[in-house]
């Protein structure tokens, strides 16, 4: 149970690291991707955790994206695409 504990821990600092994504002009989503991918390793995030979380870090023109395009992902790597 504290595993369970410390693993959640590791996994919201993890989230709290990334900068939420806004989809504008100037953003540019492969860095956003790369940046959260290595935040994800240094905190040792699996792939579920992070699919079923990362619609909290997008905003705007992003999370719209997001909304309508919805689907069962299955890896980070597929999502990234």
């Known amino acids: 149970q504290q595993a369970k504990l410390i693993m959640g821990d590791a996994i919201n600092r993890a989230f709290d690291s990334i900068k939420s994504f806004h989809g504008t002009s100037q953003d540019n989503s492969r860095d956003w991707c790369d940046r959260a991918e290595i935040i994800f ?35 980070w790597m597929v999502f990234r695409q």
């Open 41 to 75: 390793g240094a905190f040792n995030v699996n792939d579920a955790d992070r699919l079923s979380r990362i619609g909290i870090k997008l905003e705007d023109a992003a999370f719209d994206w997001y909304r309508d395009n919805q689907r069962p992902y299955g890896t």
